[in-house]
C-alpha cells in the first residue's frame, strides 16, 4: 500500500532558479497539505485542497510561491525564484473525510529537503 | 492566530524512565488536539489526538496524553520509554471551525538511551 510519494527527496539549487516540488497522495484522499518544516520556525501549514480546489493559502509566504492541484493523484509546489531563506524540508499530507468530519490524520510523505546557495 | 508551544526542545532520558513532553496552546475555543511522531528516517505519523469525552486519551506503543482544558495543556506521558521510542513529536492543535489544518508545536526530540 503505497503512503504519500514525494520527489524529488533532496534538491540543491542556486538562488533564482524555479524549484518544483511534486506530491502524489494517497488514493481515495481528498485533502492534500503542503508543509514547510525550518528550525527556526517548526511546521507550517503553506496551502491545502479540498477535491483539488486551494482551501486556504494564507501559509504561502509570498507571490514567489505557489501551488496547483491539476488533478487528485497530483500536486506541484513552485517557487520561482528561489532564494537561501526558502531552504527548508517540504512535506506534502493527505487526509479524508469521514462520515463524522475530518478527524485531523494526516498521512505525510518523507519530505523534499531543498537547500538554495 | 492560534499557536502552540512546546517547552522541551531536547530530551534525554534512559530506558525504563517515564516520559511527560509539554504542549500549551493558545486559543479560548473549542480545539481537537493530537500528538504526532516522526521516528528517525521514517515519515510524522498520528500518535494520538483527542476530539471530545475523556481527557485521558490513549494511543500506541504505550503513549498517552491528558487534555487538562483549565491550563491549555495537552501533554504526552509514558510510564516506561525504550530505546525505540527515540524519536521527534510534535503536538498539534486544530480549531473547531477553523477549517481543516493543524497548527504545529516546533517539536521535542526525545533520545533515549540504554
Known amino acids: 500500500d503505497a503512503g504519500v510519494i514525494q520527489s524529488p527527496r533532496h534538491e540543491v539549487t542556486e538562488m533564482g532558479q524555479e524549484v518544483t516540488l511534486r506530491c502524489k497522495p494517497i488514493?481515495?484522499?481528498?485533502?492534500l497539505f503542503w508543509y514547510r518544516q525550518t528550525m527556526m520556525r517548526g511546521l507550517e501549514l503553506l496551502i491545502y485542497?479540498?477535491?483539488?480546489?486551494?482551501?486556504?493559502d494564507s501559509g504561502m509566504p509570498e507571490d514567489r510561491f505557489s501551488a496547483k492541484m491539476p488533478n487528485a493523484s497530483f500536486s506541484t509546489l513552485k517557487i520561482q525564484p528561489s532564494e537561501p531563506r526558502d531552504s527548508a524540508v517540504y512535506f506534502c499530507?493527505?487526509?479524508?473525510?469521514?462520515?463524522?468530519?475530518?478527524?485531523?490524520?494526516?498521512?505525510f510523505g518523507e519530505g523534499s529537503r531543498l537547500t538554495v546557495l | 492566530a492560534q499557536s502552540v508551544s512546546q517547552h522541551n526542545h531536547h530530551v534525554i532520558l534512559s530506558e525504563a524512565a517515564s516520559l511527560e513532553l509539554g504542549c500549551n496552546y493558545s486559543?479560548?475555543?473549542?480545539?481537537?488536539l493530537f500528538w504526532y511522531v516522526q521516528y528517525p528516517g521514517q515519515h510524522l505519523q498520528l500518535l494520538l489526538k483527542?476530539?471530545?469525552?475523556?481527557?485521558l486519551v490513549k494511543g500506541i506503543k504505550g503513549f498517552e496524553a491528558e487534555f487538562i482544558k483549565s491550563k491549555f495543556s495537552f501533554n504526552l506521558r509514558k510510564p516506561s520509554v525504550q530505546w525505540s521510542d527515540t524519536a521527534e513529536y510534535f503536538c498539534?492543535?486544530?480549531?473547531?471551525?477553523?477549517?481543516?489544518?493543524?497548527?504545529f508545536g516546533t517539536g521535542t526530540q526525545l533520545k533515549v538511551e540504554l
Open positions: 485542497f479540498n477535491n483539488n480546489v486551494p482551501i486556504d
Open positions: 488514493s481515495g484522499h481528498d485533502y
Open positions: 498539534a492543535v486544530m480549531v473547531t471551525g477553523g477549517g481543516n489544518k493543524l497548527t
Open positions: 486559543y479560548g475555543g473549542t480545539v481537537n
Open positions: 499530507a493527505s487526509s479524508f473525510r469521514t462520515s463524522g468530519g475530518w478527524g485531523g490524520e494526516l498521512f
Open positions: 483527542y476530539f471530545s469525552g475523556d481527557p
